[in-house]
Nanobody, 120 residues
């Protein structure tokens, strides 16, 4: 599986962005998928995960009620809708696939990352 994240950019605090992760390979729908992020000078951290069917979703406490993870298996695409963004959300965001739900340690496959910058 190859993953390509996009949708990052510069946004003011309180704004919104939607990240996308396009996956190649016919087995996309079988994988649990998730998002991680890495802020400058910090370790990569878990953001959210979703099972292959979308029936189970898990969020980090720091993004709960602000971010929404979803997927469209017909389009081989994973999404992360980010609302009410805060400066502390500034990071490179990575999508990941494979592994065991809720992917707290990441999956077997990783995308290249997309930068989100939130200005105060």
């Amino acid at each position: 599986v190859q993953l390509q994240a996009s949708g990052g950019g510069l946004v003011q605090a309180g704004g919104s962005l939607r990240l996308s992760c396009a996956a190649s390979g016919r087995t996309f729908s079988r994988y649990t998928m998730g998002w991680f992020r890495q802020a400058p000078g910090k370790e990569r951290e878990f953001v959210a995960a979703i099972t292959w069917s979308g029936g189970s979703i898990y969020y980090a406490d720091s993004v709960k009620d602000r971010f929404t993870i979803s997927r469209d298996n017909a389009k081989n695409t994973l999404y992360l809708q980010m609302n009410n963004l805060k400066p502390e959300d500034t990071a490179v965001y990575y999508c990941t696939a494979g592994g065991s739900y809720p992917l707290l340690r990441g999956g077997d496959y990783w995308g290249q990352g997309t930068l989100v910058t939130v200005s105060s």
